[in-house]
């Protein structure tokens, strides 16, 4: 193969530009990315070095007071948001659901040409949207928290046989430790700064979080603090027993995929094929599509369906 001198001097060129830039880059805005990058505190930090505001913020960014308690009357609805890890704020968060729900009423009217069935589905959106996705931001977040958990067990552990007290060993967590974490141990570590005790600040770690590994490590502490004992060494037990469980839990999911993705073709098998045959057929249901009781076996059928759906989903979960 014949290549051009200078073509292969431009590559070269261009390619040691870039290495020289990212070379440029790593030196001299490595340290400064990593403390922006590692957790939404330590980002907070840089603008605002006092920590008390910054405290203040991440409470009334997930629907607490300046003091740390609820501020919506409802309380498992606070107690969801809180959980959710929403940051955004819940006056915000509330305005883009409703824009959502603009948009669908939008949607259904042009699509269905019926306001009342627009209005129906707008309302529909603007009372389960929010809920869906604060679960399920409440289980992403779970799941995060679960994998980095470990880890941060292991930070304190190896702080404390250094000698460290408990608040420090939290410290080091909030500076090392990325979102949710770290930044949930760093809102533990200003609480103990600004005058809650231990026992408290780790209270309120597991009702802001609510991931179901913490009552241990907050029930090994508040006995420590009392009794005293190796704390490091019931940690590091700890660690390993949490380990095993994720361990157990990726091979539970890895052995009922099977389930799983049956119950995800037989579901969308029909909405394929309907979708399929009004596409390329746009008339084949056209002599049952306006009988009334087309409206009820359609409906029938979707709750079959999901009643299908609900027991495999059972069949295939467990508890661990």
Known sequence: MDFDAPYIVYALV??????????????????????NKINRRLRLMDD??????????L???????SSGLYSLPVLSLNRLVLQSGLTMGLTRFLLLCGAVSVALFVAAWWYRE?????????????????????????????????????????IIVRSLRAGHPVPVAIQMVAREMPDPVGTEFGIVADEITYGADLEGAMRNLYF?????????FVTAVAIQATTGGKLSEILQNLSAVIRLRFKMRRKVKALAAEGRFSAILLSSVPIVLFIILRTIAPDFYTSVWHVAFTKYALGAAGAWMLAGNYVMYRMVSFKI
């Open 14 to 35: 261009a390619g040691s530009a870039i290495l020289a830039f990212e070379a440029f880059y790593l030196l001299f805005f490595s340290a400064g990315s990593y403390r």
């Open 59 to 65: 409470r009334r960014e997930r629907g607490l007071t």
């Open 48 to 57: 605002t070095p006092d920590r008390e505001s910054i405290l203040v913020q």
């Open 114 to 154: 019926d306001v009342a069935e627009a209005a129906m589905v707008a309302a529909g959106s603007c009372v389960l949207l929010p809920y869906v996705a604060l679960c399920a931001m409440r289980s992403r977040r779970h799941k995060k928290f679960g994998a980095y958990f470990p880890d941060a067990l292991d």
């Open 208 to 216: 802001r979080v609510g991931q179901e590994d913490l009552p241990l």
